[in-house]
């Protein structure tokens, strides 16, 4: 099992950035490749960001593509979502995950966060 804890979201102006931290906990967190996902109300769950195994291979929806930064530090089990020049789509809560495959796709992920909150005022 691994256990993800999100943390790093609030409420900030439409221009402004903020930093979404995920620590994970229980198992070998290098093992894991690491995505960020959201979820805005009434919508399905999206894709925003993923990080291979060491971090060295990265992709981004086409949305976020340029704004956003996804990193990791593997001595922390720690991966972070560096949000920049936020708009109010960008309004979801968001959700970090764990899986052994590098990849888009939400059910290629075994172990998810709680979610924390991001909202963006115009």
């Known amino acids: 099992q691994v256990q993800l804890v999100e943390s790093g979201g609030g409420l900030v102006q439409a221009g402004g950035s903020l930093r979404l931290s995920c620590t994970a906990s229980g198992r070998t967190f290098s093992n894991y490749a690491m995505g960020w996902f959201r979820q805005a109300p009434g919508k399905e769950r999206e894709f925003v960001a993923a990080?291979?195994?060491?971090?060295?291979?990265?992709h981004y929806a086409d949305s976020v593509k340029g704004r956003f930064t996804i990193s990791r530090d593997n001595a922390k089990n720690t991966v972070y979502l560096q949000m920049n020049s936020l708009k109010p789509e960008d309004t979801a809560v968001y959700y970090c995950?764990?899986?052994?495959?590098?990849?888009?796709?939400?059910?290629?992920?075994?172990?998810w966060g709680q979610g924390t909150q991001v909202t963006v005022s115009s």
């Open positions: 990080i291979g195994k060491s971090g060295g291979n990265t």
């Open positions: 995950a764990a899986g052994r495959l590098y990849d888009t796709i939400a059910t290629s992920y075994d172990y």
